[in-house]
């Protein structure tokens, strides 16, 4: 079962030992830009619609992304109180905001990404992510993550989603203690921040680390969720939560009667995404 | 990121537009075989310890085998008031096999794969999985599973768990209404069978197609659950229970108070697997 003489995009990572390839159309590559931040490419899948890469790696494809946009959104946001202000940081593609703008509730929703060029690519290519970009409610900044939450007003947010690249080059600050201390002082008393976080098969001391930096920065609680993703490695991927909270449960009867259509995301699904299993939950209790 | 020029084993799915790459230690292939079924190779990976192919396909490596192993076997068992007979078709390398006999009420479990290569294969490759071989309860066979169940003693098998490669091939009958009328000749009043069925994302189709022939074999309740497989198509897999009585959850505190260690596999982990996703209910509902 080799790969057939058909065009391929394949990412391969080392430290995982495993690569993941989509097949590509006759067309192959549709975009290719370096922006002074990344380089931003477009592929057009044989399966997969269109493919999005940032310095060759996989952002997203039109078939899968529905799994890691409904799941980085609707469980923190209906595990809030009563979200009001979202902050995006990064999310370029602007398929977080998408799902976060279909909250009624919802009254702000910003997103800070460094690159607009991730923001151009995307209208153009996953015009769909894009189809709530002129909601009245939306603001696109296109400026660094890190100072906007530095230098945002504290206790401004109900909610600060990192829907960041991987925690190597420009995202590898959203990895880290400074940055989380700095969310939390940007989040109200009922604020929650939640950060991709990468895969349960590969990254547990990645994972490990999160936690870890998220209590040192102040927030007393943590919470890590699992789903499918999967153009991402291992197919198997996390978000995790941190709040001055405790975390107790969420609002299954405002998650059972939302007012939209979801694909992957239910209260069911989102119980189920919060049991981890055994060997992370070790893991985490070793902390 | 194109692979590097280290040596690779993929398996490439053109009908899902995919293909999945482990990479190799230098020693590469330490095992071919043809049988009179198939072609057992084993391999040496960098960082999934033996990958186990039959005709090309992946079936399993030594790290992620624990997540289908554990949920091939556990739901179902959990599922049953009292299981203490046991048959798997298929299931050669013998992972299920050490699965079921975890559960102390079991007291017998055949394996009833059609070729003996897998098995001496996994007793040299993959010895952690055939531990439980010598298991006064073990029976292991080495016959076609088609004939087997057609030939049981009716209401004789409480759970029979259908531990199969994909429907191409040898196991092509085991996906079909008439294997599945002779699975439930030969359960007991409260049997439950289980088959493995392939990825949410690639074969929906065929999830839909068993839960017909499920149900027209004269199963009157299916069920799917889901849960991450890395090295499978998509990294997401299911696998699907049916069953005369109707699915009243599972045995929960049992499940809780299990006498053996699970890495993934716990009764909140096995709701979160019963939870399907809208778009799974969905195409569910409308058969």
Redesign the interface.
């Known amino acids: 079962?080799?790969?057939?003489d058909k065009p391929?995009f394949?990412?391969?990572c080392?430290?995982?030992?495993?690569?993941?390839?989509?097949?590509l159309t006759d067309k192959q590559k549709v975009h290719e830009e370096q922006t002074p931040f990344q380089k931003i490419e477009v592929y057009e899948?044989?399966?997969?619609g269109n493919l999005m890469t940032i310095d060759?790696?996989v952002m997203l494809t039109t078939?899968?992304n529905f799994l890691y946009h409904e799941m980085m959104t609707h469980p923190v946001l209906f595990t809030h109180p009563d979200p009001k202000r979202v902050l995006i940081i990064g999310g370029g593609d602007c398929g977080t905001l998408r799902e976060v703008l279909r909250h009624p509730g919802v009254e702000l929703a910003q997103q800070v990404d460094i690159d607009e060029g991730v923001t151009r690519a995307s209208e153009k290519y996953f015009p769909e992510l894009c189809e709530s970009n002129g909601d009245p409610r939306a603001e696109l900044h296109f400026a660094d993550g890190l100072k906007w939450v530095k230098e945002a007003e504290a206790g401004y947010y109900d909610v600060i989603i990192v829907d960041s690249t991987d925690p190597i080059g420009p995202a590898e600050g959203l990895f880290g203690e400074a940055f989380f201390r700095d969310c939390l002082r940007a989040l109200g008393d009922d604020g929650i921040m939640v950060q991709q976080s990468e895969s349960?098969?590969f990254h547990m001391k990645l994972l490990e680390a999160i936690h870890t930096y998220m209590r040192r920065a102040g927030f007393d609680h943590s919470q890590t969720l699992?789903f499918?993703?999967?153009v991402y490695p291992?197919?198997?991927w996390t978000c995790t939560m941190a709040s001055k909270s405790p975390f107790n449960g969420f609002r299954e009867e405002a998650s059972a009667a939302r007012p939209f259509?979801?694909?992957?995301?239910?209260p069911?699904?989102h119980?189920?995404?919060?049991?981890?299993?055994?060997?992370m939950q070790e893991a985490f209790e070793n902390l």
């Open positions: 079962m080799q790969p057939t391929w394949t990412e391969s080392d430290e995982c030992g495993s690569a993941f390839s989509l097949s899948t044989e399966k997969f060759g790696f078939r899968d349960p098969l699992h499918p993703q999967p291992s197919g198997w259509k979801t694909l992957y995301y239910s069911e699904v119980k189920g995404a919060l049991a981890l299993p055994p060997f």
